[in-house]
């Protein structure tokens, strides 16, 4: 009886992890061979063709391949396939929820992020995890939100969950990047009160040590340091621990000191059963070489890391891209670029737009526009922004043809401005090239007749005019009207044709007398009028019933 009366709106419960059995774990099975495999195209394919079968994916193979492509930074596939599976009645459980929120604050869109964690809270069946508040409170800090991210630790707390230190450590480092150590020391101080004790968890000790070196307090900042790495310290260190040691190190004047514990970290690490190194701890010392500008030892190190099991992903290539780039050092960021092939790590927009614009900057527009069609053809959607700087980098070399070449290319793909419309037609202009403006001009009063507005109207009509061909503008206007014109009257001509067949088939279809109706007079006299192969049939049919 509860079961009629349930309420069909309510939200669907996940299924339990006990459903991956049989052909559903063999499925599961084949699609993460995929993913090892690296072709996440076609887990996500697998995926979809599964869910309509007879074998129907469970929630947590839709979640590997949706952890796959946020690995590879691959939001919009896993977006896509999100609302596949939810258009197909696949429950999302808490990790889904949690691969969604990950990828809103990647994509620096936290209004979205905090709006889907009120749907949780609101529909799901189920509360958020620690995990949820960690994915929530580092976005919003990552994206300078800090006091937002602090009222949520307090609402976390509210719900009954305990105090976690990841999440302290969090709040702990935006207020060092705020510059305010008292902060710092104040959420410390609510965690050890929290603990009713010292913190064994030393995540929080890189912010404490950034702490006493924003308050100037060298002695107190190693005694930390020792107190979280020394040889008879109590506190539990994980490979994210001992990064934030060496970044509070290695941003204070304390390099040689964080190579020292590096090194120490590199033979300590054993995995699985002892892990303090991961791709964190690389990042933090590349980024110190670079500081000091020690670029070849940043690119070594960086290099180094599948020596350890390590896997660079994009953001850490575009980290070292981006460096290498802003020194003068574009042929080694170059190479840099090459070997993410080799390492199977997609190049994402700000790959190609950070060596598009260096190499205008290094007199290289060629190659700047080759990465710019690179990126084009690696399905990424470059913005309005870099499509303008690449044009007005080609025009300004004298490559009007090319940057020709992509404003036919990029027309159909990026809503246009006036102003970026007029860049490209005052340099056809300026190279004598009137007819290819006059045949811009008519495709968009073809394709997207708003676009041309009348300030755009003015500026072509005030060009023509200087070369004495205004008149020509006025023409294609006038000729483009009557096409519309002459196509809008073939359209009604067709509309009316195809409506007198279908009377005509319907009437062949139902005789009149069938109904008992009467001929009009127009349709009795085009009934009277005959061939004469009609009349003599007529003859001959009367001269039979005459004999008969």
């Known amino acids: 009886m509860n079961a009629l009366n349930s309420n069909p709106n309510a939200p669907k419960l996940p299924e339990p ?5 049989g052909n559903r774990l063999n499925l599961h099975n084949r699609i993460l061979k995929l993913i090892r495999e690296n072709d996440l195209d076609e887990a996500a394919l697998y995926t979809r063709h ?40 696949v429950a999302a459980n808490i990790v889904t929820h949690n691969l969604l929120l990950t990828t809103y604050m990647d994509c620096r869109k936290t209004d979205t ?11 799901a069946p189920f509360n ?33 969950l305990e105090a976690d230190p990841v999440v302290y450590s969090y709040l702990m480092s935006g207020q060092a990047k705020n510059s305010n150590p008292d902060g710092i020391f104040n959420l410390y101080e609510e965690l050890k009160e929290k603990f ?57 004047g304390r390099f040689d000191e964080a190579l020292k514990l590096f090194d120490r970290m590199l033979k300590e690490h054993d995995p699985p059963k002892r892990l303090t190194v991961n791709l964190g701890s690389f990042n933090v010392i590349v980024d110190g070489y670079c500081a000091l500008g020690k670029f070849t030892d ?25 460096q290498l780039c802003n020194n003068g050092m574009l042929g080694e960021a170059e190479e840099l670029y090459m070997s993410m092939k080799e390492k199977q790590v997609n190049p994402d927009e700000y790959t190609f737009v950070t060596l598009m614009d260096t190499c205008f900057k290094e007199n290289r527009p060629d190659d700047a526009a080759a990465y710019y069609k690179a990126m084009v053809e690696s399905k990424l959607r470059p913005n309005l922004g870099v499509y303008d700087r690449l044009i007005e980098g080609l025009v300004k070399v004298g490559k009007v043809e090319e940057a020709k070449f992509f404003f036919e290319m990029m027309v159909s793909k990026l809503r246009m401005t006036d102003d970026t419309y007029k860049f490209i037609m005052n340099a056809l202009f300026e190279v004598g090239k009137h007819e290819d403006v006059l045949n811009i001009v008519g495709r968009m009063l073809r394709e997207d007749p708003a676009d041309f507005t009348s300030e755009l109207e003015e500026f072509v009509a005030e060009a023509l005019r200087k070369v004495n061909r205004e008149e020509e503008l006025t023409k294609l206007m006038e000729d483009v009207e009557r096409e519309k014109a002459e196509a809008a009257a073939r359209e009604a001509e067709a509309a009316e044709r ?42 001959e049919n009367t001269e039979e019933t005459s004999a008969s």
């Open 498 to 539: 195809a409506k007198a067949s279908a009377k005509a088939a319907i009437a062949s279809l139902l005789p009149s007398k069938l109904f008992g109706n009467k001929e009009s007079k127009e349709d009795a006299a085009a009934a009277n009028e005959s061939t004469p192969e009609a009349e003599v049939v007529a003859k």
């Open 113 to 123: 992020a905090m709006e889907h964690y009120k749907q949780l809270i609101n529909d």
């Open 17 to 21: 992890v006990s459903a991956l059995t």
């Open 298 to 322: 940043a690119i070594e190190v960086f290099n180094s890391m599948g020596d350890k099991r390590c896997r660079p992903d994009t953001l850490s290539y575009n980290n070292l891209i981006d």
């Open 196 to 252: 009713g004790g010292p913190i064994s968890d030393g995540v929080v000790y890189g912010s404490l040590m950034k702490g006493y070196f924003l308050r100037g307090m060298e002695k107190e900042t190693m005694e930390c340091y020792e107190e979280a790495v020394g040889q008879n310290s109590k506190v539990k260190m994980s490979a994210v621990a001992f990064n934030s040691v060496l970044d509070a190190l290695s941003k204070n």
């Open 128 to 160: 958020p995890s620690p995990t949820t508040y960690r994915i929530l409170i580092k976005g919003l800090v990552d994206n300078k939100k800090l006091e937002r991210a602090m009222e949520l630790k307090d609402e976390m707390l509210s719900k009954g």
């Open 50 to 89: 599964s869910i309509y079968s007879n074998c129907r994916p469970t929630i947590y193979t839709c979640n590997a391949v949706m952890a796959a492509q946020l690995r590879q930074g691959r939001y919009a596939d896993l977006l896509s396939l999100h609302r596949f599976i939810t258009q197909a009645g």
